[in-house]
């Protein structure tokens, strides 16, 4: 148990479509990153969010956003799914950036037909 | 960007075997973690560590920083151990920018 909880564990979209991933966070996690692996593959990162703002943000396109709010919780957006954002996406915080514990959740397995 | 490479990528054992998995990165880091993936996706951290050694239970992590190098060791190895172990860096900046950089992980099976 890492006290972090990611919905839906799964959900299909089809191409076109627009999804919306949710984390909690423990209570004082103030930094959220978010992953996205593809099957056989290890997690890629997507982006980190800090008290509320993007502060890293690795090669994705912009239709992948993000927020997080101040009850440690967090949205990974995704427009105009393609079929390759099929994926595990992974969220996982932490107290203090890269260099502390991290705690992921369970992930949303996403399928876009 | 760290390249983060594991060794190997399939191994299969007996149970009460000994285990070891070895991660190796390009550029000094500050700490590695080392992680297990069971099927159906979620993440365990398992440690994270900038020196030396570590012990949880039957889990051993050690680290070489001179060498950029990482071992992580199951002792007594049992078929619930059978997962995806992963190590993964952080970046070369200590700060969000890259994100932690994950080796492609190391596929577990412990046999009865």
């Known amino acids: 148990e890492t006290g972090v909880t990611q919905s839906p564990t799964h959900l299909i979209k089809t191409r076109g479509q627009q999804v919306t991933l949710r984390c909690s966070s423990q209570s004082g996690h103030n930094t959220v990153s978010w992953y996205q692996q593809a099957l056989g593959q290890g997690p890629q990162f997507i982006f980190q969010y800090y008290r509320e703002e993007e502060n890293g943000r690795g090669n994705f396109p912009p239709r992948f956003s993000g927020l997080q709010f101040p009850n440690y919780s967090s949205e990974l957006n995704v427009n105009a799914l393609e079929l390759d954002d099929s994926a595990l996406y992974l969220c996982?915080?932490?107290?203090?950036?890269?260099?502390?514990?991290?705690?992921f959740g369970e992930g949303s397995r996403l399928t876009v037909l | 960007k760290n390249e983060v490479e594991q060794s190997p990528q399939n191994l299969t054992a007996q149970e009460g075997e000994f285990i070891t998995i070895n991660c190796s990165y390009s550029?000094?880091?500050?700490?590695l973690h080392w992680l297990q993936q069971h099927p159906g996706g979620g993440i365990v951290s398992l440690f994270m560590l900038s020196s030396g050694k570590k012990k949880h239970g039957r889990l051993i992590a050690t680290i070489n920083i001179q060498e950029k190098h990482s071992s992580l060791h199951i002792t007594a190895s049992h078929p619930r151990d059978s997962a995806v172990y992963i190590c993964a860096v952080p970046p070369l900046s200590g700060g969000g920018a890259d994100g932690l950089t994950f080796g492609k992980g190391t596929h577990l099976i412990i046999q009865p």
């Open positions: 550029v000094g880091i500050s700490a």
């Open positions: 996982a915080s932490t107290t203090s950036g890269n260099s502390g514990e991290l705690f």
